[in-house]
């Protein structure tokens, strides 16, 4: 958890201020569910990005939520919010950046990852300036959690093909290039196929989530080559069983992890909480000095 000033909310005219609880921090480890043996699953996100592959109804979303839930109570933390259903994500949408909220719509989709991608460059000149590597928590430049609800939406589905493959190499580059400028992005895709996940895109994620998939084949393309062999496939995941997985890490073995829950009355909450903690911490700070690199609201 990181310190933080007091936040103090001012709930209208004639109501006594509220002081508001602790938050999180995205430098923390996000918890995810729990193992086989009932003990907290957390994986450190920084520096990483993450992979949710699965077929429908195994759980993507839902993972993607207990995610974006932490990301939203991290102030360290902007979240990019795409999700081509659009109700996926859509209850975080007051926690998101403004304009950083896409629903199904390839053209904002483009616009909104040019635009990361230039905030990367930004970032990269000035670490560069500063002769540093990477991004630090209380640094001048804040992390962006990226979450994309369906990856294959809009880099195989919509729009014309010369957009679609833009996209795609929009998300290749934020993937590749964002973790050491704290861009951190969640992609989930219900066709773990190799036209939307060659292995080249797949072995850039450091931690992958393998829901229940169709096939042998689909596991290993979300888990990496061989593993359905020595045994550890998505496939043999009951399909009554929702949330359950195969999680692995680069250079790590698959783990079975049921993931955390939240269902749509709670999520709302956490995200009512979330967005009033940001608004308080926006109106506290208007008057501090602008992010130096740029933020993508601004761009
Ligand atoms: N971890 C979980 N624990 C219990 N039920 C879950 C869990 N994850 C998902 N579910 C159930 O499965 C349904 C489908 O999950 P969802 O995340 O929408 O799947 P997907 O995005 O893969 O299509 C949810 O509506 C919920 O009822
Ligand atoms: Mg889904």
Redesign the pocket.
């Known amino acids: 958890m990181i310190a933080m000033p007091t936040l103090v909310a001012n709930t209208g005219p004639g109501s006594q201020p509220v002081t508001l609880g602790p938050v999180l921090s995205i430098f923390d480890p996000v918890h995810i ?1 729990i193992d086989e043996f009932g003990q907290p699953v957390r994986v450190p996100l920084i520096y990483r990005n993450m992979l949710i592959g ?1 077929e ?8 993607l939520n207990a995610i974006v839930a932490h990301a939203a109570l991290s102030l360290d933390c902007k979240l990019i919010l795409l999700d081509g259903k659009r109700v ?1 994500l859509g209850q975080w949408r007051r926690c998101a950046e403004a304009g950083a909220f896409v629903g199904p719509n390839m053209d904002q989709a483009r616009k909104l990852l040019t635009r990361l991608q230039t905030m990367m460059d930004n970032r990269y000149t000035f670490l560069e300036e500063c002769e540093r590597r990477k991004v630090i928590p209380g640094d001048a430049f804040t992390p962006y959690l990226v979450a994309i609800d369906e990856i294959a939406y809009f880099s195989a589905t919509v729009g014309k093909k010369q957009d679609r493959e833009e996209f795609a190499a929009l998300l290749r580059d934020l993937v590749a290039r964002g973790r050491a400028v704290g861009i951190i992005v969640i992609a ?1 895709t ?1 066709r773990p196929s190799s036209d939307i996940i060659p292995t080249s895109l797949r072995d850039l994620f450091a931690w992958r989530f393998a ?1 229940r998939c169709t096939s042998h084949s689909s596991s290993d393309i979300v888990l990496g080559h061989g593993w359905a062999q020595q045994g550890w496939t998505a496939n043999s995941i009951s399909p009554t069983n ?2 359950v997985g195969l999680l692995i890490a680069e250079g790590g073995t698959p783990q079975l992890v ?4 939240l269902d749509d009355a709670t999520c709302a909450a956490i995200a009512r909480y979330a967005a009033t903690l940001r608004n308080t911490v926006n109106q506290q700070a208007a008057t501090t000095p602008a992010d130096p690199a740029g933020g993508v609201s601004a761009a």
Do not use: N
């Open positions: 569910g699965g429908p109804g195994s759980g993507k979303s839902a993972l996926e989930a219900q829901g929702p949330g049921k993931s955390a829950y």
